[in-house]
């Protein structure tokens, strides 16, 4: 079957949850006190990481919504030192450039409070590395699919893995050189594809530490509006 002949076909809904507005309640609170405790670190430990934690983590990611059900991601998991080096040493170049003025003096002086700098030793300690690639466009049967909502599609799934790395007791931290075009051809990865960011993923270093305005998260009312009264608990 080609791209051109899938059609709709709709099925009855499967893995139907039942719970009643307590336990809904319930749950909700969980998962948020869980993810309150999600933070961004910049010191790993090099403690290893099974690989089949990261596999898992990464099968969630592929179940995120995406535009026309398309998938427009691909997740490459690095635990190669070597790799790793590589890595650390083409995004240093791109970093050096940031920091030592290709950068404007706002976009410095918004990062100043999270203390970060043009050193990156997380690339290299952190015990894996996953390089997140939005597709533009696709193959099905030999033939070319274009890809639509990709950023948005590609932001959903990422925020999955994320949320599934920290719920398997990891840390991560997301790293955006600019440019990335390096990633692309370090990973192997086809023009099609673009890289969007690094993640490193592993345990925290016993020294590690949070810049304090992490902390600093907005309240619900600045983040949320409410158009219709929704149903309330008593």
């Not at 192997?188 to 594809?193: C, F, H, I, M, Q």
């Amino acid at each position: 079957m080609t791209a051109m002949e899938i059609s709709y076909r709709p099925l009855p809904l499967p893995d139907r949850r039942e719970m009643s507005d307590d336990e809904m309640v319930a749950a909700a609170r969980d998962h948020f006190a869980a993810m309150a405790t999600r933070h961004s670190v910049r010191d790993f430990s090099d403690r290893p990481v099974p690989r089949e934690v990261i596999e898992t983590a990464i099968a969630t990611a592929g179940r995120a919504p995406s535009g026309a059900n398309q998938q427009p991601w691909h997740f490459v998991a690095i635990s190669d030192p070597a790799m790793k080096a590589k890595i650390r040493a083409a995004a240093a170049e791109e970093e050096e450039k940031f920091y030592g003025g290709g950068a404007p003096d706002e976009w410095i002086a918004a990062l100043e409070p999270i203390g970060t700098g043009a050193s990156k030793p997380h690339l290299d300690i952190a015990p894996w590395l996953i390089v997140v690639f939005a597709q533009r466009w696709g193959e099905r049967d030999g033939e070319k699919v274009k890809h639509y909502y990709v950023p948005e599609s590609v932001g959903l799934a990422t925020g999955f893995l994320i949320g599934a790395l920290h719920l398997s007791g990891l840390s991560v931290l997301t790293h955006t050189p600019n440019p990335m075009k390096f990633l692309t051809g370090l990973c192997g990865r086809p023009e099609a594809e673009k890289p969007v960011m690094i993640l490193a993923v592993g345990h925290p270093a016993e020294s590690a530490t949070v810049p304090a305005v992490a902390k600093m998260k907005k309240p619900l009312d600045e983040i949320m509006t409410v158009i219709g009264a929704g149903t309330e608990n008593a």
